[in-house]
């Protein structure tokens, strides 16, 4: 059992720069893939990036890539989103979630434990 708790969302304006930081609970942090997703009002939850349990693996969307970074302190039980150049559509509550296994995956349904979610607004 994992529980994850996310913090660092806030208001930002265009252009600017947030870091969100998840922490887990739990000896075995270092089993676990993890990944960051992002639900905005009205949309589906959908993938923003993953890193594998050592942090040698990262992948990201698409709409993030060369903005967005993912990383992950093993040492410390927790795992960053670091945002920049953060846009209007960035708007979403952003959830961390944790995979057993260690891999890292795209899809929502694959993930096994969620964070309760924080909220980021990007202001034009």
């Known amino acids: 059992q994992v529980q994850l708790v996310e913090s660092g969302g806030g208001l930002v304006q265009a252009g600017g720069s947030l870091r969100l930081s998840c922490a887990a609970s739990?000896?075995?942090?270092?089993?676990?893939?993890m990944g960051w997703f992002r639900q905005a009002p009205g949309k589906e939850r959908e993938f923003v990036a993953a890193i594998s349990w050592s942090g040698s693996s990262t992948y990201y969307a698409d709409s993030v890539k060369g903005r967005f970074t993912i990383s992950r302190d093993n040492a410390k039980n927790t795992v960053d989103l670091q945002m920049n150049s953060l846009k209007p559509e960035d708007t979403a509550v952003y959830y961390c979630?944790?995979?057993?296994?260690?891999?890292?995956?795209?899809?929502?349904?694959?993930?096994?434990?969620w964070g309760q979610g924080t909220q980021v607004t990007v202001s034009s």
């Open positions: 979630a944790a995979v057993y296994g260690g891999s890292y995956y795209s899809k929502a349904t694959q993930y096994d434990f």
């Open positions: 739990g000896r075995t942090f270092s089993s676990y893939g």
